[in-house]
């Protein structure tokens, strides 16, 4: 009777032993995973308690939110970058070392400043850990079967982890104080600490490029004025500083793809981004992970501060949307096997670019259940679009670039995360600001505290009369669903530009070959 190659190598008591063994790994690299996506929609539904312990500014709020995948983003590709040179298990426990320990230093932030700070410091940390676990995986797996299962399980997690974000945050934020979200990150990552010296082997790139400390700083000079632009463009103060600012990451970024080209050992080999399935694929990434957490972002704070849910509650209202995510994350191999790649690709994004339809239509009247609608169709189109962009970054380059190839991968997943709230959040906050009708005896620090957030007027309403506190939180509502609206359209209109490009380029592509 003949045995399958899975029953044979388990039968082997070696072969057995490192099969089982290679798995168990992966178990534990799926801690880091799966801790990085949670922090990506944990985080949005401690706003409204954030916002009543420290009282932070609109600019303050996105900055908190927004500074780790900021970080994170600008730093994936140089920590990659190191972890070939010095290793990349070394590489993955200093970063979960500092994680962790940032991590419990945040959740007792006094001010909105120290948080900002402390989320800063978490991206960089955090920029440790996700290149590392992939580029370990792909040492540990040497079998092809094997290690696209094991990738296919490491994509999972992040969806996983963001399905888990809201539903774990609600229920810390309903039973605890907000500083709760951070300290998850101890026990989740206490067991990678303790078991990868054990099961995880150490890699490294035996011919490693050298450090390139100017590429760092341009990569980061890159990002992070271009964001600061987005957010100052809607503050209403003036257009020159965030005009210089966006002028100044450009500048940078010019300089940084020079310097790769001229350079005979790249830090980010750019010329990737001549592959027009590899760049498109890049773009799919980032515009549904935008569509995400911009949507994340404000449904957040309406179902907990328009609707009355409590925290716990809005994230289980949440999670069937994110649970699409996942199912279609799945579906979407099987539906390549009858459809071609880039209608999938295009049918998420056209379902993404409905989603926001839905919102735009129906967001004012503040219906729940039709905003559950479309978070679920929302949640369908990124497991199609953003499962098939992954894997087409990955297919799209030669074998020996596909390292590179998945760090671009992450790092435009992270931009488009910061993007999303940077983005939407600052039009959301600037139409806010315009249509908030506050009362007339508020003294100055209050009526900029009311007229800067959703939650800064629900925390100056607990000073008020109940008359003048009823008719504040009335308009902060109708003018934070105003600016649901304006948001929406920009969203919708985006996606379907994107779903548009996906099917032409692609087509042109097709025929090309």
Do not use: C
Request: glycine content about 8%; proline content about 5%; charged content about 10%.
């Amino acid at each position: 009777m003949s045995t399958s190659p899975l029953n044979q190598r388990l039968s082997n008591p070696v072969t057995g032993t490192m099969y089982r063994r290679r798995w168990a790994a992966l178990l534990v690299l799926m801690f880091p995973v799966l801790l990085t996506s949670i922090d990506n929609t944990v985080l949005s539904f401690a706003v409204p308690a954030l916002s009543a312990a420290l009282s932070p500014s609109g600019n303050q709020l996105l900055w908190i939110i927004d500074i780790y995948p900021l970080v994170l983003a600008g730093l994936l590709v140089p920590m990659g970058s190191l972890g070939d040179r010095f290793g990349r298990r070394r590489m993955l426990l200093i970063g979960s070392t500092g994680f962790a320990a940032v991590s419990a230093a945040a959740a007792f932030a006094t001010s909105a400043d120290q948080l900002v700070a402390a989320r800063a410091l978490l991206g960089i940390f955090g920029a440790m850990l996700m290149p590392a676990t992939l580029s370990l995986i792909r040492n540990i797996f040497t079998d092809t079967l094997e290690r696209r299962k094991a990738i296919a399980i490491w994509a999972a997690g992040f969806s996983g982890g963001a399905a888990l974000g809201p539903v774990v945050g609600g229920f810390l934020l309903e039973h605890f104080w907000w500083g709760s979200v951070f300290l998850i990150a101890v026990p989740m990552l206490l067991p990678l600490l303790v078991l990868a010296p054990i099961l995880v082997p150490e890699s490294k790139d035996p011919s490693p490029g050298p450090i390139d400390p100017i590429s760092i700083g341009l990569v980061i000079l890159t990002l992070l004025p271009i964001v600061y632009g987005i957010k100052e463009m809607t503050s209403g103060h003036s257009l020159v500083i965030p005009v210089l600012a966006i002028a100044l990451g450009i500048g940078a970024g010019v300089a940084f793809t020079r310097r790769q080209l001229a350079r005979k050992n790249p830090m980010l080999d750019v010329r990737l981004f001549k592959n027009r399935s590899f760049s498109v694929a890049l773009a799919v990434n980032l515009m549904s992970i935008f569509a995400l957490v911009g949507f994340i972002y404000f449904i957040s704070q309406h179902l907990q501060l328009v609707a009355g849910y409590t925290p716990m509650m809005a994230g289980v209202l949440l999670l069937p949307g994110l649970a699409l995510t996942v199912i279609f994350g799945l579906l979407a191999v099987r539906l390549t096997r009858r459809f071609a790649v880039r209608h999938v690709m295009a049918w998420g994004l056209g379902l993404n670019a409905a989603a926001y339809g839905i919102v735009m239509l129906t967001g004012q009247s503040g219906s729940v259940p039709l905003l559950m609608i479309a978070f679920s169709v929302l949640g369908a189109g990124v497991g199609l679009s953003e499962t098939l962009s992954n894997d087409m970054a990955l297919s799209a380059v030669p074998p020996a670039q596909a390292g590179a190839a998945s760090a671009i991968s992450e790092t435009a997943y992270e931009v488009g995360s910061v993007l999303g709230t940077a983005v939407l959040g600052s039009i959301l906050n600037a139409v806010y600001r315009t249509n908030v009708q506050l009362p007339k005896n508020l003294g100055q620090d209050a009526a900029e505290t009311a007229s800067q957030t959703l939650g800064g007027a629900h925390e100056i309403a607990t000073t008020l009369n109940p008359t003048a506190a009823g008719k504040l939180l009335e308009s902060a509502a109708h003018a934070f669903d105003t600016g649901v609206l304006y948001t929406a359209a920009i969203a919708m209109v985006l996606a379907l530009a994107s779903a548009l490009i996906v099917a032409v380029v692609l087509r042109q592509r097709r025929a090309a070959a």
